[in-house]
């Protein structure tokens, strides 16, 4: 469950809420294609509708609900029950975005954005910390029990060019909307870097081909694609620092002077008077 923080958030948050997102989108296009059907825009933005409601209406039930359960159960003063209390939200919303046809990672995300509303969120991500290093090592054993050795050792050369494509693919993505949404460019680099491996994403194209033997075989290199990136993703971001000094020494000086006026003009723009006021519910 990820508790949304108050104040400043890294970019690489920002990124995985929209990668998240935008592979629910996705999953349902190639889903579309793996049915034989006709994929239209008519569709597509039935599904995005459709989507946007669901959203919507978890998070007006929730706001009404999550908080005051939490601040509730916050003032036994017992720790383990506000622990117990915030996963089975997250294991709620998780099963109800599924049973909706969504994917848990957006129930997860969405219970603990309401968890975070109850000005609580630091505490339960205090409390989140031993649980997350639990399910993350089952994570990595269930990944790597879905490997199959003798398949990635006849097809290791399509593995080697998917995990440069996927880690070159990202560190320059991330970075480029890093730097559009008026981050530095140092930032931006390092958020490339960390962001390097896969998630979601490297099991959308095996969707495609179903429960064929193709379909197999796109699984597994999926898998073992996941599996390669998360290693090789520690030493990325040893090496962000590097990268991002490096690139700030042979970046050229009219090259930051823009980025630099411009992620200020977006600085401005949040602090304007009227965001402001709408984020303190000044305006009507």
């Known amino acids: 469950m990820r508790v949304a923080s108050e104040g400043y958030q890294p970019p690489q948050k920002r990124v995985v809420l929209c990668e998240d997102v ?3 989108l996705l999953l349902a296009v190639v889903i579309t294609l793996a049915k034989g059907d006709e994929l239209s825009l008519s569709g597509l933005s039935m599904n995005a509708s459709v989507l946007s409601s669901f959203i919507m209406l978890v998070i007006a039930i929730g706001l009404i609900t999550v908080p005051y359960v939490v601040r509730g159960v916050a003032r036994l003063k017992r720790p383990e029950t506000l622990l117990i209390t915030s996963l089975g939200l997250c294991f709620a919303f998780a099963m109800l975005a599924e049973r909706a046809g969504y994917t848990v990672v957006l129930g997860a995300f969405l219970a603990g954005s309401l968890v975070a509303e109850s000005e609580l969120g ?45 880690i070159v693919g990202k560190v320059i993505s991330v970075s480029l909307a ?6 530095r ?32 075989k796109l699984y597994s290199l999926a ?11 520690p030493l990325m971001i040893r090496a962000s620092n590097p990268a991002a000094d490096w690139i700030d020494r042979h970046l050229p000086m009219p090259v930051q002077s823009a980025l630099l006026q411009y992620g200020a003009w977006l600085g401005r723009i949040r602090k304007s008077p009227e965001s402001e006021e709408i984020e303190r519910g000044e305006v009507g």
């Open 22 to 24: 935008i592979a629910i």
């Open 178 to 183: 890093s730097v559009v949404v008026g981050e």
């Open 223 to 233: 898998v073992a694609l996941k599996a390669v990136t998360s290693v090789i993703c």
């Open 185 to 216: 460019p140092n930032t931006a680099v390092k958020a490339g870097f960390a962001m390097a491996q896969i998630g979601t994403f490297s099991i959308l194209f095996a969707l495609a081909a179903g429960e064929s033997a193709i379909g197999g």
């Open 122 to 166: 630091a505490e339960v991500e205090k409390l989140m910390t031993p649980v997350r290093y639990m399910f993350g090592a089952i994570f990595f054993v269930a990944v790597g029990m879905l490997i199959d050795p003798p398949l990635l050792a006849r097809h290791w050369p399509a593995l080697m060019v998917l995990t440069a494509v996927a």
